[in-house]
C-alpha cells in the first residue's frame, strides 16, 4: 500500500519532469514558472469538476488544453527574449499564476486551496500517461522536431541559418510541454485531492530543472531515472527527507562540473541493437 | 487625493528601493563580467541576513562592527561561490546554462539548508535605535528607512568611485568588455573575477543585512533577490546607473501600488510592466544591445 | 542571369559604420571573392545578405525577388547558403544529425505524425538519411558518420561545414573566409573541392578570404573593401596592380 503511493507520487513528479524535459533539456529553455502551469493545470481540472459538473474526462482535456492555450499566449511576446530574461519573465509570470489564484478566492478558495476532488486517478492512468508521454518524446526526440531542439539549443544564430525557425520552433516546444505540465497538474489534484497557491513554487520548477540536468541533457531514460530516485528517496527516507534538497544540490553541482553530460548520460531507452541503421 | 499620504508611501518605498539598487548593482555586477544571471546572489543574500542576526544577537551588540563583519562575510562566501561552483565550470569551457543552473543550486541549497536547521523560528535583529521615527514636517520617516537609505547611498558612490578610478575597478570594467583584455593589461583574470565577486557578495551582504534589520529573517528571505533582478532588467542588465535608478523606481512603484490596489495585485501589475517593457524596449533604461558576432 | 544583386546596403553598430553603400551584381554558376584588410566589414555584407543582421539602408534582390526584411530561415529555404569564419557545427549532435539539420526545413511530415512515428515519417526519416550520407561521402566524410563535431580536426570539420551546406539544397554559396587555419596542402585540397562542387551541382559562390592565393585562383570577380566601402571591383589580375587595393593592405601582412 505505502509502495503503491511512493510510486503513484514519483509518477506524478515524473511527467512534470518529462514536460519540462522537452523545454530544457532539449531546447535550452529556461523557465522558473513552470509551477504556474501545474497550478493551471490542477486547478482548472479541479473547478471544471467540483463548480461545474464536466465530466472528468473532459476535465482533464479542458486542463491540456488550458495549458497549450496559455503556453501560446505566454510565449508570444516572451520566446523572443534572450535566454536570462526568459527565465526571470517565466519566474515572475509564475508568481502571477499564484497571485491570481489568491485572489480570486471565490472561484478557487484562495489560500485555503481546493479540496473535494474525488480520487479519479489512480496508478494505472498514471503509468499508462508516463508511457504515452515518454512514447511522444522518444518520437520527437528522434526525429526532425529533436534534432531541430538540440540545434537551437547549441546555436540559435546557426540554426536559423540551417533554415529552421527558431521561434516558431520554440513556440511548439513550449506549447507541448506547458499540455504536458498541465496534464500533471491535473492528474496531481485527482490524486492528492488537495491543492493550493503555494502547491508548486519558483524552487519546485527549480528542482525539475535540476534533475533534468542530473539525469542527462540527452537521456530520456536518464531524466526518468534520475526523477524517480529522487521522488522516491524522499518517501521512503522521511527522517531525513528535509535533507533530500540540500544532498540534491550537492549532487547537482558535483554533476555538472564532472560528468556534465548528466548521471546516466550513457542509457539509452532502446539498447543500441534494437535501433535502426543511421542512429 | 491626499498628497502627504502619497508622499510618505514613497519616501517608504525610495528606502527600499535603496537595497533593490544595492541588489540590482551586485547581481549585474556578475552579470556584465561573466554574462550569466547569478541567482545565487540570493543565497549570499540569505546566509548574511542569519549571520548579521547570530552576530548582533549573541555577540556584540554594536551595529557598526556587526555591519562590517556581515558585509565581509558576504564578499568571502561569494568568492569561495565562485571558486567552487563556478570555476571549475569556465575552466573546462562549458556553456553558460550550467552556470545558471549551478547558481541556481546554491540558491536551493542555502535556502534548504536554513529551512532545515532554523526554519521553523522567527528572529529579528536586535534594535540598535532608540527613536524609531523621525518627523519632517508632515513626514514620518521611519530611522531604519533613513539609515537604509543612508548606507545604500555611501555604498553605491564608493564602488562607483572603486570601478571609476582604481585599477581593479578599470580591470572590471574591461572584463565586462572582453573577458580577456585584463590579461593584456598584466592583470590575471581569474584574480579580477574573484575581485568582482568580492564586490558582489559584499553588496549582497549588506543587504542582506538591511533586509534582515527591516524583516524577520527566514529561509525565504533571499527570494527577495527577485526585485533586485526586476530592477536591473529595468535599468539595463550593464548598467551600475541604471540599477539604481530601476531600484528606487521600483521600490517607490512598489509602495504606492500596494496602498493603491492592494498587495495581491500588485505584483501582476509589476510583472505586466516588465514584460510590456522588455518586449518594446529589451535593453532597459540604460543598456546596450549586443549583437551576436556571426 | 544576375542571381543576386545587393544595391547599397549600409550599416552601423552604435557609432561604428560597418558597412556603407555597398552594391554588388552577382552572376549565376560564377564565384566571386570579396577581400579588404580586417574589419572592412566583410562578414558583415555576408550578415546582411543571409539576415543575420538587418539593413539600415539598401535592398537586397535574390533571383528577382526582394528579400531585404526576409527572415534568415526564410532566405535558406530560398536557397541562400553560408558558412561561418568561427566554424558553428552544433556539438551535440552527431555529424550525421548536423547533416540532417540542414536539410529539416524541407521535410514534410507534421508535428502529429511525427508525435505518433508514422511510416509516414519513418519513410522520410530513411530519405533523409540516405541523402545525408550521399553527401558526406561526396565529400570524403563518410567515415566520421557517427562522431562528435569537436572530435574532429579543424580541416575535416571545414570540409563538414561545406557538406552541410549542400544539405540545404542550395542557389548560392556563401563562404566565410574558407581557408582560416588551414595548410597550403589543405588549401589547394579546398580549391579544388569548392570548383568541384561549383560545377557538379550548377552552383553561385561568393567568397570572403584573406587568402590571396585562393581568391586569385578561382574567383572570376573581385570585390575590394576597405571601412566598409568598395574600394574596386574587377577582375584578380586587374586587383592585384590596383592602386588602392595596395594602399588598403599596406601595413597589412597578406
Known amino acids: 500500500m505505502f509502495y503503491l503511493k511512493v510510486l503513484e507520487i514519483t509518477s506524478l513528479y515524473t511527467i512534470l519532469v518529462l514536460g519540462v524535459y522537452l523545454m530544457t533539456g532539449l531546447t535550452g529553455l529556461f523557465s522558473l514558472g513552470q509551477g504556474g502551469f501545474v497550478s493551471i493545470g490542477a486547478y482548472t481540472a479541479a473547478i471544471a469538476y467540483l463548480r461545474f459538473g464536466v465530466p472528468f474526462p473532459l476535465a482533464l482535456a479542458l486542463a491540456v488544453i488550458m495549458g497549450a492555450l496559455l503556453g501560446f499566449l505566454v510565449g508570444i511576446p516572451t520566446l523572443r527574449l534572450r535566454r536570462d530574461y526568459f527565465l526571470l519573465v517565466t519566474f515572475g509570470l509564475g508568481e502571477m499564476v499564484r497571485a491570481g489564484l489568491l485572489y480570486l478566492a471565490q472561484l478557487t478558495g484562495g489560500a485555503l486551496g481546493m479540496a473535494g476532488m474525488p480520487k479519479k486517478v489512480g496508478l494505472p492512468l498514471i503509468l499508462a500517461s508516463i508511457v504515452v508521454i515518454t512514447f511522444i518524446t522518444y518520437s520527437l526526440k528522434r526525429s526532425r522536431f529533436g534534432r531541430d531542439c538540440i540545434a537551437i539549443r547549441d546555436d540559435e544564430l546557426a540554426a536559423s541559418m540551417m533554415g529552421i525557425n527558431v521561434y516558431a520552433h520554440k513556440m511548439k516546444v513550449f506549447i507541448i510541454s506547458s499540455a504536458i505540465t498541465a496534464y500533471g497538474g491535473a492528474l496531481y489534484a485527482f490524486n492528492i485531492l488537495f491543492i493550493e497557491p503555494n502547491l508548486f513554487n519558483w524552487l519546485e520548477s527549480a528542482k525539475l530543472i535540476i534533475i533534468t540536468f542530473v539525469g542527462g541533457l540527452n537521456s530520456i531514460a536518464g531524466v526518468i531515472a534520475a526523477s524517480a530516485i529522487y521522488y522516491s528517496f524522499g518517501e521512503f527516507f522521511r527522517f531525513i527527507d528535509v535533507w533530500r534538497d540540500v544532498l540534491l544540490a550537492v549532487v547537482v553541482v558535483l554533476v555538472i562540473i564532472f560528468r556534465p553530460g548528466g548521471l546516466f548520460q550513457g542509457l539509452t531507452l532502446l539498447p543500441s541493437k534494437l535501433k535502426r541503421k543511421g542512429r | 487625493m491626499n498628497w502627504n499620504i502619497l508622499l510618505q508611501q514613497i519616501v517608504n518605498g525610495i528606502s527600499l528601493g535603496g537595497v533593490y539598487a544595492l541588489m540590482a548593482v551586485g547581481f549585474g555586477l556578475i552579470f556584465n563580467v561573466l554574462k550569466f544571471s547569478n541567482f545565487s546572489h540570493g543565497g549570499v543574500v540569505t546566509l548574511t541576513a542569519y549571520i548579521g542576526f547570530f552576530l548582533s544577537k549573541y555577540l556584540v551588540a554594536n551595529f557598526m562592527v556587526t555591519f562590517l563583519v556581515t558585509a565581509a562575510a558576504g564578499g568571502m562566501a561569494a568568492v569561495v561561490i565562485e571558486r567552487l561552483v563556478f570555476r571549475p565550470i569556465r575552466r573546462k569551457g562549458y556553456p553558460i546554462s550550467m552556470l545558471i543552473v549551478n547558481s541556481i543550486t546554491v540558491a536551493m541549497l542555502v535556502q534548504q539548508f536554513f529551512a532545515v536547521t532554523l526554519g521553523s523560528d522567527y528572529y529579528t535583529y536586535p534594535n540598535f535605535i532608540k527613536e524609531t521615527a523621525l518627523h519632517l514636517g508632515n513626514l514620518t520617516v521611519s530611522k531604519i528607512y533613513l539609515l537604509m537609505l543612508g548606507i545604500s547611498a555611501v555604498v553605491l558612490g564608493a564602488l562607483t568611485y572603486v570601478i571609476q578610478k582604481t585599477k581593479i575597478g578599470i580591470a572590471i570594467r574591461a572584463a565586462s568588455s572582453d573577458i580577456s583584455t585584463p590579461s593584456l593589461m598584466g592583470v590575471n583574470v581569474d584574480f579580477v573575477i574573484s575581485v568582482a565577486f568580492f564586490f558582489s557578495g559584499v553588496l549582497g551582504g549588506i543587504t542582506g543585512y538591511l533586509l534582515g534589520m527591516t524583516f524577520t529573517v527566514d529561509p525565504f528571505i533571499g527570494s527577495m533577490i527577485l526585485k533586485g533582478i526586476i530592477a536591473s532588467i529595468i535599468g539595463g542588465m550593464g548598467s551600475i546607473l541604471g540599477g539604481v535608478i530601476a531600484g528606487l523606481l521600483l521600490g517607490a512603484a512598489e509602495s504606492l501600488l500596494i496602498a493603491e490596489i492592494g498587495a495581491a495585485l500588485t505584483p501582476m501589475v509589476i510583472y505586466g510592466s516588465i514584460i510590456l517593457l522588455l518586449l518594446v524596449r529589451p535593453q532597459g533604461i540604460a543598456g546596450k544591445i549586443t549583437e551576436v558576432k556571426a | ?254
Not at chain 3, 528577382?64 to 561561418?84: C, N, Q, S, W, Y
Not at chain 3, 548560392?172 to 574558407?178: A, H, M, Q, V
Not at chain 3, 587555419?181 to 567568397?207: C, F, W
Open chain 3, 1 to 254: 542571369m544576375e542571381i543576386l544583386k545587393v544595391e547599397g546596403i549600409s550599416k552601423r553598430f552604435g557609432g561604428v559604420v560597418a558597412v556603407e553603400s555597398f552594391s554588388m551584381l552577382q552572376q549565376e554558376n560564377q564565384i566571386s571573392g570579396i577581400i579588404g584588410p580586417n574589419g572592412a566589414g566583410k562578414t558583415t555584407v555576408f550578415n546582411l545578405i543571409t539576415g543575420a543582421a538587418s539593413v539600415d539602408h539598401g535592398r537586397i534582390l535574390f533571383m528577382d525577388r526582394e528579400i531585404t526584411r526576409l527572415p534568415p530561415h526564410r532566405r535558406t529555404d530560398l536557397g541562400i547558403a553560408r558558412t561561418f569564419q568561427n566554424i558553428r557545427l552544433f556539438g551535440n549532435l552527431t555529424v550525421l544529425d548536423n547533416m540532417k539539420v540542414a536539410h529539416d526545413m524541407k521535410v514534410r511530415y507534421t508535428l502529429w505524425e511525427e508525435m505518433l512515428r508514422l511510416p509516414r515519417v519513418r519513410r522520410q526519416e530513411r530519405e533523409i538519411d540516405d541523402k545525408a550520407r550521399h553527401f558526406l561521402s561526396y565529400l570524403g566524410l563518410e567515415s566520421y558518420v557517427g562522431q562528435k563535431p569537436q572530435n574532429l580536426s579543424y580541416g575535416i570539420q571545414r570540409r563538414l561545414e561545406l557538406a552541410r551546406t549542400l544539405m540545404t539544397e542550395p542557389r548560392i554559396l556563401l563562404l566565410d573566409e574558407p581557408a582560416a587555419g588551414l595548410n597550403p596542402h589543405e588549401v589547394r585540397a579546398l580549391m579544388d573541392t569548392i570548383r568541384k562542387i561549383q560545377e557538379e551541382n550548377s552552383l553561385t559562390i561568393v567568397i570572403v578570404e584573406h587568402h590571396m592565393e585562393l581568391i586569385m585562383n578561382i574567383c572570376s570577380l573581385v570585390h575590394v573593401l576597405d571601412f566598409g566601402k568598395k574600394i574596386a571591383e574587377g577582375k584578380p589580375e586587374a586587383i592585384k596592380k590596383n592602386e588602392q587595393v595596395l594602399q588598403a593592405y599596406l601595413g597589412e601582412e597578406v
